[in-house]
């Protein structure tokens, strides 16, 4: 396991699913380090998506081809079917219309990898049940008032979501750590995050 990931599961769950020499595609790769460890322990052919300009620049120190670009606008500068896999990590419900990324996603890409936080996620719902506000906490450590994630939705949701868009779910995987079989029992309701596979 590659120690700049060793505290993050879902990323390492992600890797699972690479092969080697696999042409991956990185939505809002931030910093770049998830790119590199696929091009250095997987042999992929990787490209990445950033809007910070900080992060732009730790990518470029670290060799990875990135092209600045806002991920509400689409993915125009890629053709149909560029890439192996398209990974969009932690920024799904970060953009204005996430179906239209999905979509865009599932054109240039024959796989993709999703991981994003769970709003259903019980510690989420006792939250705002019993105290009336929006939840804040590790996983969504913003105020109400400004947080980057304005679309946030369930595991369910998500699902439902991919039925409307005819996009299959091959496989999903609950993300928590502290609790060994109730994500995979109930992941809407014990899972704080969750990766999954997708495919037209």
Same mark, same amino acid.
């Given at each position: 396991?590659?120690?700049?990931?060793?505290?993050?599961?879902?990323?390492?769950?992600?890797?699972?699913?690479?092969?080697?020499?696999?042409?991956?595609?990185?939505?809002?790769?931030?910093?770049?380090?998830?790119?590199?460890?696929?091009?250095?322990?997987?042999?992929?052919?990787?490209?990445?998506?950033?809007?910070e300009q900080q992060? +732009?620049?730790?990518? %470029?120190?670290? !060799?990875?081809?990135?092209?600045?670009?806002? #991920?509400?606008? /689409?993915?125009?500068?890629? &053709?149909?079917?560029?890439?192996?896999?398209?990974?969009?990590?932690?920024?799904?419900?970060?953009?204005?219309?996430?179906?239209?990324?999905?979509?865009?996603?599932?054109?240039?890409?024959?796989?993709? +990898?999703?991981?994003? %936080?769970?709003? !259903?996620y019980w510690l989420?719902?006792?939250? #705002?049940?019993? /105290?009336?506000?929006?939840? &804040?906490?590790?996983?969504?450590?913003?105020?109400?008032?400004?947080?980057?994630?304005?679309?946030?939705?369930?595991?369910?949701?998500?699902?439902?979501?991919?039925?409307?868009?005819?996009?299959?779910?091959?496989?999903?995987?609950?993300?928590?750590?502290?609790?060994?079989?109730?994500?995979?029992?109930?992941?809407?309701?014990?899972?704080? &995050?969750?990766?999954?596979?997708?495919?037209?």
């Amino acid at each position: 396991m590659d120690a700049k990931i060793v505290n993050r599961p879902a990323l390492i769950e992600i890797c699972k699913h690479i092969p080697e020499n696999s042409r991956v595609l990185d939505l809002g790769c931030a910093d770049g380090t998830l790119l590199e460890i696929l091009r250095e322990n997987y042999g992929a052919k990787v490209h990445g998506i950033e809007i910070e300009q900080q992060n +732009i620049s730790k990518c %470029i120190s670290k !060799g990875i081809p990135v092209i600045q670009a806002d #991920l509400n606008e /689409g993915l125009g500068s890629f &053709k149909d079917n560029s890439f192996d896999f398209v990974i969009l990590s932690e920024t799904f419900q970060m953009v204005r219309n996430p179906d239209y990324l999905l979509s865009e996603m599932m054109r240039v890409g024959r796989t993709g +990898i999703i991981n994003f %936080i769970n709003i !259903g996620y019980w510690l989420d719902r006792f939250q #705002l049940f019993f /105290g009336g506000r929006m939840p &804040k906490n590790k996983h969504l450590p913003h105020e109400w008032y400004n947080t980057p994630n304005i679309h946030l939705g369930t595991i369910k949701d998500f699902q439902d979501l991919c039925k409307s868009l005819d996009i299959k779910i091959t496989q999903q995987q609950p993300i928590f750590s502290a609790l060994k079989m109730l994500p995979k029992v109930s992941p809407n309701l014990f899972a704080k &995050k969750c990766v999954f596979l997708i495919e037209k």
